[in-house]
């Protein structure tokens, strides 16, 4: 067994890491799905999506071919609605929420309709909004991911000049940097980074990270306000012996590089056991299949009744030829010369529910041992606790602590999306980032 690169084709990547997603590919395809649409009242696919795009609207300008503005109802409520419309798990949000599903029958396909709607809008750069005239107000946004573009979108249109510090050197956030290829090309996040900056009044400094090349206090007497947006990134360790073995990763920095550096240059094992059962996880495990490893077999300390990430989410890997191990828990991972060999792990069961509100997971005495050359750690995230204690704003162990208005202990200061929340979907940040949006404009005087 070893690590290696380069081990598929050009072509076998670019099958492997093809759209999973792929949109409509005839005009008469979405037509006949927006047509089945029952334009129900008081829509619960709406009421289920956290930026509350009305569906029934745009699904009904589809059908009438009012493409333009199906793209204006879904932008309006969420300026990230075409990669959305990509990465959200629908399958628990508008989709799962259809009435369709009632009826035992197939819910309307609502992400690939509000692909269908946003695509040539994003590729164009469709003029839908029009920028009020600039009031002489500034805000700094930290941080270009869903959160503080969504937020820098809003104000943007309200005729506020801004300034958005990203500490990469692209947008996009997640979207970019943290979600699986197949599911986001770094093309598109580009498109739709510009597509949301050309309503103008938006200028994006890259390669400034906050603490380093930019400081708070510095901001506050720069600008107007600030918002916060930096989201969450650094990866939880699992403290067992052998994690500083060659071979032993965490999911964001594989997911990140796999992203970033192109997919010969990523090593990958032949045997790959991921760590977790998020969609993260998921993102990893796929992805070190689709990169060439020939066994990957996803570690979760307890079954598949509780595990986070969705059912289609997980038959995706199954499909990739994924295997799963439930009740067990890295123990100790192994290794020889400085390199992953095996990964020991406590075989649990399950006890009394624990502060998540699932069973516990509790060890039996037993363990099982894998053999493999490579150990994704994807169990989670945490904040930057750090960076905000160092900036004297309040917080929960790490996780902004807001007010009633969104701002934080700091006058003029708001923030919104992971580094708040501690980690939830795209579409949480965006609606995170236009509530921040509304009491800044409010804060700012210019709210009517």
């Known amino acids: 067994m070893s690590i290696e690169a380069n081990r598929l084709t050009a072509a076998q990547y670019e099958h492997n890491f093809s759209d999973i997603h792929p949109p409509f590919d005839k005009k008469e395809a979405a037509l006949v799905e927006a047509n089945r649409c029952l334009f129900c009242?008081?829509?619960?696919?709406?009421?289920?999506?956290?930026?509350?795009?009305?569906?029934?609207?745009?699904?009904?300008?589809?059908?009438?071919?009012?493409?333009?503005g199906a793209a204006h109802?879904?932008?309006?409520?969420?300026?990230?609605?075409?990669?959305?419309?990509?990465?959200?798990?629908?399958?628990?949000?508008?989709?799962?929420?259809?009435?369709?599903?009632?009826?035992?029958?197939?819910?309307?396909?609502?992400?690939?309709?509000?692909r269908y709607a946003t695509e040539k809008a994003i590729e164009q750069k469709w003029n839908?909004?029009?920028?009020?005239?600039?009031?002489?107000?500034?805000?700094?946004?930290?941080?270009?991911?869903?959160?503080?573009?969504?937020?820098?979108?809003?104000?943007?249109?309200?005729?506020?000049?801004?300034?958005?510090?990203?500490?990469?050197n692209a947008g996009g956030g997640l979207m970019t940097y943290g979600i699986a290829a197949?599911?986001?090309?770094?093309?598109?996040?580009?498109?739709?980074?510009?597509?949301?900056?050309?309503?103008?009044?938006?200028?994006?400094?890259?390669?400034?990270e906050l603490g380093k090349d930019i400081q708070l206090k510095e901001l506050q007497q720069q600008y107007d306000a600030v918002f916060i947006g930096i989201g969450v990134g650094l990866a939880n360790t699992l403290n067992i012996p052998g994690e500083e073995l060659e071979g032993v990763e965490d999911a964001i920095s594989f997911i990140y590089n796999l992203r970033t550096k192109g997919y010969p240059h990523i090593a990958v094992g032949s045997k790959v056991a991921v760590i977790g059962m998020g969609m993260t996880a998921i993102d990893a495990a796929t992805q070190a299949k689709r990169l060439g490893a020939e066994e990957v077999t996803l570690v979760y300390r307890r079954t598949e009744a509780e595990k986070n990430c969705t059912d289609t989410e997980l038959d995706i890997a199954k499909?990739?030829?994924?295997?799963t191990l439930w009740l067990a828990a890295?123990?100790?991972?192994?290794?020889?010369n400085g390199k992953v060999t095996a990964l020991e792990c406590d075989v649990?069961?399950?006890?009394?529910?624990?502060?998540?509100?699932?069973?516990?997971?509790?060890?039996?005495?037993?363990?099982?041992?894998?053999?493999?050359?490579?150990?994704?750690?994807?169990?989670?995230?945490?904040?930057?606790?750090?960076l905000i204690q160092q900036n004297?704003?309040?917080?929960?162990?790490?996780?902004?602590?807001?007010?009633?208005?969104?701002?934080?202990?700091?006058?003029?200061?708001?923030?919104?999306?992971?580094?708040?929340?501690?980690g939830k979907e795209v579409v949480d940040a965006v609606q995170a980032g236009k509530d921040a949006a509304a009491a800044m404009l409010q804060y700012l005087g210019l709210y009517h």
Not at 319 to 323: E, K, V
């Open 392 to 422: 004297d704003i309040a917080n929960n162990k790490g996780k902004i602590t807001l007010q009633t208005n969104h701002t934080t202990n700091i006058a003029g200061v708001f923030a919104g999306g992971d580094c708040v929340n501690g």
């Open 41 to 68: 009242y008081d829509a619960p696919c709406t009421k289920s999506c956290p930026t509350s795009i009305n569906v029934p609207k745009f699904i009904k300008q589809i059908s009438t071919e009012n493409n333009k």
């Open 182 to 208: 197949y599911k986001v090309t770094p093309q598109f996040c580009k498109d739709e980074v510009d597509f949301i900056t050309s309503v103008g009044g938006i200028n994006i400094r890259y390669n400034h």
């Open 319 to 323: 499909l990739d030829g994924c295997r």
């Open 128 to 168: 839908l909004f029009e920028r009020k005239p600039a009031t002489g107000k500034k805000v700094a946004v930290i941080g270009a991911g869903p959160a503080g573009l969504s937020c820098a979108h809003v104000l943007s249109r309200a005729g506020v000049d801004i300034t958005v510090y990203e500490k990469e």
């Open 348 to 386: 649990m069961q399950l006890g009394s529910p624990d502060h998540s509100g699932k069973p516990a997971p509790v060890a039996t005495g037993k363990t099982i041992t894998l053999e493999v050359d490579m150990v994704i750690k994807a169990t989670g995230q945490k904040p930057y606790q750090a």
């Open 330 to 336: 890295p123990k100790n991972i192994i290794g020889k």
């Open 73 to 114: 109802t879904i932008f309006s409520a969420n300026i990230f609605g075409g990669g959305c419309s990509r990465v959200c798990p629908v399958e628990k949000l508008c989709e799962g929420a259809c009435v369709y599903n009632l009826m035992h029958e197939a819910p309307i396909p609502i992400a690939r309709l509000q």
